[in-house]
């Protein structure tokens, strides 16, 4: 769920906060006031592409802040892998400048703006006069049915999906094969000479970092000897060494033993001393005579050291990435050296496929036919609520070319009177039919989709009266089940919600300039009955205005 919406400097509204409820929310205001700035807010917190020119005349930047409940564990996640703070509540922000730069902010890090829209695509759904247009695409009809049909279909769905790829890359190979034998020839040519180049030295994994270490020690053995066992020898074999010097401080020690607590201490850390410079002079003389001088050795690494790295001019630039090619090289050599038994049995693996393929897209035909049925008879229903109780809802699925949704062609049928023909809902519903068809749709749809909050964007466009009465109510019960936030200019629509926020517009001569505030009691009526007559003391407005909220009481 929002819990707010924080506006600066956006469009004509130089600052504004809008605190929502869980149920049905309202925002209205006068033309050009600015009251779709919250649903260009929402767009941009989408992660939709920045606007400069909505950033108000004159100021450095616009920012939109919003809070949201955030209970799904993977989207929180993503948002801490980003550097981001999730508690019971997250924090989402975007932050426009004039030379074109964008932030996007959540949990207090800067993401890209991908990851927003990740974030609040399971958060809320908004829909506008664009998204009715969308409607009439058999894609977007496509999605509803899928929608509404439910988990099983949702299941088949994914299973489909990953064995249409996997057929695609099978076609690809097999294809490749068929076609390109020349081609094929030269690249088996070039992999079995590189393959039989790294098989010659065989290199060992980490083994160019092992004959570096050698090298360097046999380059310099005369100086590693010289080095080790001069300091052995001051430290333990020359006539006055750090040993017996030791000693003797310990036994000037020794002769106040017991004494203090304090000189026992030192006494006692000289001689764990002693005890190392002993250790370490041992070590530095194995070390000594355990270093070889030899320079034949010294050659071999060299000589080792410039093969490998040749493989690794060619196949690296690492050791590792030279026996990682070789390895791919293998695998590749024996996909293209398959000859004509293996090439059958290439082309059998994707007749397989394929025939897998058809068998789960006609499961999914299943499927949706039989969910079409009743989403069309769910439909109808709501749109009888809606003063279109003679409309007719037909969802024709008709077989077609297979496909990375399946074999279906689906068009949503419809007539909005009786004897009509039903036909594509592009070609046969209003502006207003539209807006109520959607509106249906999505009711029917609420309980199917996950999205906790459902914006729409003056979709009663079209409609009045009576309807408008019905579009309310249907909102208002959509909001038992999930956020919802309406931009509208009926006041009909306006009278069901549980909270209503009025954007005003203010223009001194100079500078125009939006509010926003929430209406309750004599103001909500005076909101309404402006919205009704575009008078706000209107005693006949104010009175329908009334009626209105009264009304709203019955859902």
Partial sequence: MWHSLRLQSLGVISEAEVEFGSGFTVITGETGAGKTM??????????????????????????????????????????????????????????????????????????????????????????????????????????????????????????????????????????????????????????????????????????????????????????????????????????????????????????AEGHDETLDLLAARLKELSIDLEDI??????????????????????????????????YGPTLDEVIDWAESAAREIADLDLGEEGLAQRQEDVKNQTAAVEATAARISQLRRAAAGRLATAIEAELADLALDKATMNIEIEASEIGPHGADRIRFLFAANSGSEAQPIGQSASGGELSRLMLAIEVVLADRDPVPTLVFDEVDAGIGGRTAVEVGRKLARLAKNAQIIVVTHLAQVAAFADQHFVVSKNDDGDVTHSSVFQVDGAQRVEELARMLSGLEDSETALAHARELLETSLVV
């Fill in 38 to 255: 919250v649903i260009s807010a929402l767009a941009l917190l989408r992660g939709e592409r920045a606007n400069t020119s909505l950033i108000r005349k004159g100021s450095s930047q616009a920012r939109i802040e919003a809070t949201v409940n955030l209970d799904d564990v993977d989207l929180a996640e993503l948002v801490r892998e980003a550097g981001g703070e999730v508690d019971d509540e997250l924090i989402l922000a975007r932050v426009l400048s004039p030379q074109g730069r964008s932030r996007a902010i959540a949990g207090g890090a800067s993401v890209p703006a991908g990851l927003l829209a990740k974030v609040t695509d399971r958060l809320v759904a908004v829909h506008g006069q664009s998204d009715q247009q969308r409607l009439v695409h058999v894609d977007q009809q496509r999605i509803a049915l899928d929608r509404f049909a439910g988990p099983e279909l949702a299941a088949t769905m994914e299973t489909y999906s990953t064995q249409w790829r996997e057929l695609q890359e099978a076609k690809r190979q097999l294809d490749a094969l068929n076609s390109n034998s020349a081609e094929r020839l030269q690249r088996l040519e070039f992999l079995r000479f590189g393959l039989a180049e790294v098989a010659d030295l065989a290199p060992v994994r980490g083994e160019d970092l092992e004959l570096q270490t050698e090298e360097n020690r046999l380059a310099h053995a005369e100086s590693l000897v010289t080095a080790a066992m001069g300091a052995a020898h001051l430290l333990a074999d020359a006539d006055i060494t750090a040993t017996s010097l030791l000693n003797d401080a310990m036994a000037h020690l020794h002769a």
């Fill in 281 to 314: 002079a041992s070590e530095l003389h194995s070390y000594g005579t355990a270093i070889d001088i030899d320079p034949q050795r010294l050659g071999g690494v060299q000589e080792r050291r410039a093969a490998l790295g040749m493989l690794q001019r060619k």
